[in-house]
């Protein structure tokens, strides 16, 4: 099972981004999909999460508002739509996804990571 991100790049300040998430094989019994960040000596950070097969959604307060997960089962793809950037959102971003009971804050629960897509906001 792989999870692939893409989408990342440099942008302006107050400018979008979508970043995509494809899974590829057995990802059956994953339950729980997210988006962390990690800037430069900082700890990685939750983004947000939703279930595998759609549904209600979770993303942390400080990004809520410019930030939007959403998932296209059909092609396994979840997409991370970023709008109004800004510096601070300067991060590698990852997805992540897991098994069974997956606390979304909690990166050490989630099992299948990507290899992370750098995004890079100029002011």
């Known amino acids: 099972v792989q999870l692939q991100a893409s989408g990342g790049g440099l942008v302006q300040a107050g400018g979008s981004l979508r970043l995509s998430c494809a899974a590829s094989?057995?990802?059956?019994?994953?339950?729980?999909v997210a988006w962390f960040r990690q800037a430069p000596g900082k700890e990685r950070q939750f983004v947000a999460a939703m279930r595998w097969d759609g549904g209600i959604t979770n993303v942390v307060d400080s990004l809520a508002g410019r930030f939007t997960i959403s998932r296209d089962n059909f092609t396994s793809t979840t997409y991370l739509q970023m709008n109004s950037l800004k510096p601070e959102d300067t991060a590698v971003y990852y997805c992540?996804?897991?098994?069974?009971?997956?606390?979304?804050?909690?990166?050490?629960?989630?099992?299948?990571w990507g290899q992370g897509t750098q995004v890079t906001v100029s002011s």
């Open positions: 094989g057995r990802t059956s019994r994953w339950t729980r």
């Open positions: 992540a996804a897991g098994t069974g009971r997956v606390r979304d804050y909690d990166y050490r629960t989630y099992h299948s």
